[in-house]
């Protein structure tokens, strides 16, 4: 499984920045998870590839792109591109996003050939299949319905925590799982601004060792995305000092597991 995690801001040479506003993590080059920088960020390939997408939450760093990623690929189209959200993402992009007065209410607009989009919903706990992989969907801890994901193929699983706070059910479904290879969960803010990171929902390095703590020491390896580009240094610096066994995954960059 090849798993990138897609940049969002771009040097003055073009090359990927590692600030992260928006999220947006690409499977395989055929599966999206969240679309913040997907319409920005996707290669042409990708972006001829990936027809289904799977959201954790509807906030809008997590969406931003997917409007014009739906554009860009309007009129080369043969199958609807398959948004994959809760019941309560799904509601939030027709009322608020695709309804006619912030972008065109797409889900009621065809090309020659048909559909263009299509909203998919799934229920926390019940695992679903998209792209050709079985995907269970965990509640973590947010503002908000959220979703955090185990994304798995024939031969292995990735988790992927989305935006969430302190959320023990994420880590034991984890832990209960033997087939999981990596693990990419946020970590947004410096301990310092641990106040403002509990109210938004979201982690800091010292809740996030207080989650990882109770993992065995064979655990899969940890890491950390989605931190605010502002704090960036202060987050890196403070996870290298926690001795936490963890990884800051680098924007525009390929794992394989």
């Known amino acids: ?7 969002s801001s771009f040097e003055s040479d073009g090359s990927a920045s590692l600030r992260q506003h928006l999220p947006c993590i690409v499977i395989d080059d055929r599966l999206a998870v969240d679309a913040g920088s997907l319409a920005f960020a996707c290669s042409d390939d990708q972006r001829t590839a990936i027809r289904d997408i799977v959201i954790s939450h509807a906030h809008l760093d997590h969406i931003a792109g997917l409007p014009s990623f739906v554009d860009d690929n309007f009129t080369s189209l043969d199958g609807p591109i398959r948004v994959h959200g809760t019941g309560e993402l799904l509601r939030a992009l027709s009322d608020h996003v695709f309804n006619d007065v912030i972008y065109p209410r797409f889900t009621e607009i065809e090309n020659d050939r048909g559909p263009v989009l299509e909203f998919i919903e ?25 979703a955090g994901f185990i994304i798995s193929d024939e031969h292995t699983a990735v988790a992927i ?11 034991s479904v984890v832990e209960d799982r033997d087939d999981v290879a990596a693990i990419f969960t946020e970590c947004s803010f410096p301990d310092a601004l641990a106040d403002l990171a509990l109210r938004s929902g979201h982690l800091t390095p010292a809740t996030l060792a207080g989650q990882i703590g109770r993992l065995p020491p064979d655990a899969p390896p940890v890491f950390v995305v989605n931190i605010k580009p502002m704090y960036r240094e202060s987050v890196v610096r403070e996870l290298a000092e926690s001795e936490m066994r963890v990884e800051v995954a680098l924007p525009g960059r390929i794992y394989e597991f």
């Open 122 to 146: 799934f229920s926390i706990g019940r695992s679903f299949a998209a792209a050709g992989y079985e995907i269970q969907p965990i509640a973590v801890e947010h503002l908000g319905p959220s």
């Open 161 to 171: 925590s989305g935006d969430m706070s302190a959320t023990d059910e994420f880590w």
């Open 1 to 7: 499984m090849k798993l990138q995690v897609m940049p």
